[in-house]
């Protein structure tokens, strides 16, 4: 059995560890952040909001708020209830919020890149 | 006397604004951050805990406490006060701490113009 290598350069520890969140806001205030796009990932999931809220320990209420939120500054809704026929309608996820999830996972993970640069070059 | 000009091409409002705010972590958790960045500039400004507390509306324990986190957690003490004396010793920015000071606006700087890069590039 081999055994186990000790690295003769010692590896630097990071005295800084660059953090930070994002969020976008619309017209309103706060408009799009890592909340609201993971409620939209669950309507989409669960097809419902009663569900997707559940999920995330938030109430019916304030789901409902953080969706009213989005979609009143929205250029088009993100979330639409589909009326009842066969199978009773549910909730819905539009392309426009769909983009809206793709456009904030992008922003992410830009934003990691550049806290990934900024701690390569921090200096300290 | 030349009459106001309206632009032809209508600027467009842009649908949401990219925000955030960064702070960087040391080995014991928060490290340096906006209060902590502007409390040390405070401190070369008064040469004085208590007066660079007040101007803050902080606590001077706060103030203590924020302080002590930074000068443990930096490779040197950002804050040092120095003995006695003539004119009676008073507090003082090390040259660590400068350049902490220096390079948290860098890393704000850098975060400016990233949030404008991705507000252009947005797609909504």
Chains 1, 2 share one sequence.
Request: aromatic share 10%; net charge positive.
């Amino acid at each position: 059995m081999q055994k186990k290598k000790k690295s003769l350069t010692k590896r630097r520890e990071p005295l800084a560890i660059c953090r930070g969140h994002i969020w976008l806001d619309g017209s309103e205030g706060t408009f799009l952040g890592y909340g609201r796009v993971v409620l939209l990932e669950r309507i989409r999931e669960f097809g419902s909001i009663t569900k997707a809220a559940k999920s995330m320990e938030l109430s019916y209420r304030r789901a409902w708020v953080l969706i009213d939120s989005m979609n009143r500054q929205a250029p088009k809704p993100f979330v639409v209830t589909a009326a009842g026929g066969k199978g009773g309608g549910g909730t819905l996820v539009t392309n426009e919020g769909e983009l809206a999830i793709k456009l904030f996972w992008k922003f992410h993970d830009d934003f990691q890149k550049f806290l990934e640069r900024e701690e390569q070059n921090l200096g300290f």
